[in-house]
């Protein structure tokens, strides 16, 4: 038999673990997932580790990684099939969870142009970030009788086809910008393919080139005076190179830089793009960012996600009619 008084005590003591219960029920209702990222992120980089294009996004993720909650961001370096195994893995990612991504190079919209590949780059990428663009340029041996862009196109008319440049593969950058430039200039010269820009350089120090046409590849070789430059294709004189003429200041009206940006798979969370987005932005906002851009000779070229993907989606139409019209269209 209870008392009228342990019975109200009872009630009491049941009333204070049901309201605790009901207040745990509610808060794990309303408990929020843990914030973007929680584990580790990788990135694929399409080349061998120790260029310009890793040395870049080894850098720019490790000033990125603070501002992702100090998680680890990993480079997987995946070489091969002319710089297009990032695209190829992230097209085949139903959804992106923003753990893996890849690195934008311009082949990604070129490519589809000229051969059957594994992606649609409007449809199966999510634009992140469009982060710096590197310089082409035409680079000669300091012992080339050519000093300027003049002597070099003065020659190929004198001698059509005699004339050679290495191409780090048919199709690139490089390969296009030279054979766009001789279209204009009513030369032809003879494009030399080689496996990557060390073998291109190797092969005009060497004298067995007369020259190439690649995205920075040259810089060093340019500092220590083993080369230098007859023209550039940016839109005005590099800061860094002021007596090298663009090809525009030449009445040519060849303008192309090559940039460089980060993607994800396809219907990422725009929270997850925007984290990502924020996150290598303030990257490029510290001291240590500019001084990775110096010593790459990479300039900024930033986007955010929307602008990225509608500068895509007009790039791939720009690259089109320059397949086209060099005559490189798929069958």
């Given at each position: 038999?209870?008392?009228?008084?342990?019975?109200?005590?009872?009630?009491?003591?049941?009333?204070?673990?049901?309201?605790?219960?009901?207040?745990?029920?509610?808060?794990?209702?309303?408990?929020?997932?843990?914030?973007?990222?929680?584990?580790?992120?990788?990135?694929?980089?399409?080349?061998?580790?120790?260029?310009?294009?890793?040395?870049?996004?080894?850098?720019?993720?490790?000033?990125?990684?603070?501002?992702?909650?100090?998680?680890?961001?990993?480079?997987?370096?995946?070489?091969?099939?002319?710089?297009?195994?990032?695209?190829?893995?992230?097209?085949?990612?139903?959804?992106?969870?923003?753990?893996?991504?890849?690195?934008?190079?311009?082949?990604?919209?070129?490519?589809?142009?000229?051969?059957?590949?594994?992606?649609?780059?409007?449809?199966?990428?999510?634009?992140?970030?469009?982060?710096?663009?590197?310089?082409?340029?035409?680079?000669?041996?300091?012992?080339?009788?050519?000093?300027?862009?003049?002597?070099?196109?003065?020659?190929?008319?004198?001698?059509?086809?005699?004339?050679?440049?290495?191409?780090?593969?048919?199709?690139?950058?490089?390969?296009?910008?030279?054979?766009?430039?001789?279209?204009?200039?009513?030369?032809?010269?003879?494009?030399?393919?080689?496996?990557?820009?060390?073998?291109?350089i190797r092969g005009v120090l060497g004298g067995h080139f007369d020259c190439l046409c690649d995205a920075a590849s040259w810089a060093p070789h340019v500092a220590s005076g083993k080369m230098r430059l007859l023209v550039q294709f940016g839109e005005e004189r590099l800061k860094k190179y002021p007596d090298v003429p663009?090809?525009?200041?030449?009445?040519?009206?060849?303008?192309?830089?090559?940039?460089?940006?980060?993607?994800?798979?396809k219907a990422m969370d725009p929270q997850v793009v925007k984290t990502l987005h924020d996150a290598f932005l303030k990257a490029a906002a510290t001291p240590e960012y500019r001084q990775l851009l110096d010593q790459l000779?990479?300039?900024?070229?930033?986007?955010?996600?929307?602008?990225?993907?509608?500068?895509?989606?007009?790039?791939?139409?720009?690259?089109?009619?320059?397949?086209?019209?060099?005559?490189?269209?798929?069958?």
């Amino acid at each position: 038999m209870h008392t009228p008084f342990f019975a109200a005590n009872r009630r009491r003591v049941l009333q204070t673990v049901l309201a605790g219960a009901g207040a745990g029920l509610l808060a794990r209702a309303h408990a929020q997932p843990a914030a973007f990222p929680t584990k580790p992120i990788t990135i694929i980089v399409p080349v061998t580790a120790g260029g310009l294009l890793d040395g870049f996004v080894r850098g720019s993720a490790r000033l990125a990684q603070p501002y992702l909650h100090d998680q680890p961001i990993i480079i997987e370096n995946r070489p091969g099939a002319q710089l297009l195994l990032g695209a190829d893995a992230i097209a085949r990612v139903p959804r992106g969870d923003g753990y893996l991504l890849t690195v934008f190079t311009q082949i990604m919209l070129r490519a589809p142009h000229m051969r059957q590949v594994n992606y649609d780059p409007i449809k199966d990428f999510t634009w992140i970030i469009e982060q710096v663009g590197t310089p082409f340029a035409v680079a000669v041996r300091t012992e080339s009788p050519y000093r300027t862009l003049a002597e070099l196109v003065a020659d190929a008319k004198a001698r059509p086809g005699a004339v050679s440049y290495a191409t780090v593969g048919m199709g690139n950058g490089g390969h296009l910008m030279m054979e766009e430039l001789a279209r204009l200039q009513d030369v032809k010269v003879n494009p030399i393919p080689v496996k990557g820009s060390s073998e291109a350089i190797r092969g005009v120090l060497g004298g067995h080139f007369d020259c190439l046409c690649d995205a920075a590849s040259w810089a060093p070789h340019v500092a220590s005076g083993k080369m230098r430059l007859l023209v550039q294709f940016g839109e005005e004189r590099l800061k860094k190179y002021p007596d090298v003429p663009s090809a525009r200041e030449l009445g040519i009206p060849l303008i192309y830089t090559s940039p460089i940006g980060l993607l994800g798979p396809k219907a990422m969370d725009p929270q997850v793009v925007k984290t990502l987005h924020d996150a290598f932005l303030k990257a490029a906002a510290t001291p240590e960012y500019r001084q990775l851009l110096d010593q790459l000779d990479l300039f900024p070229l930033y986007r955010n996600s929307a602008d990225f993907a509608a500068h895509a989606r007009d790039e791939f139409a720009r690259e089109r009619e320059m397949v086209q019209r060099l005559g490189l269209s798929k069958a």
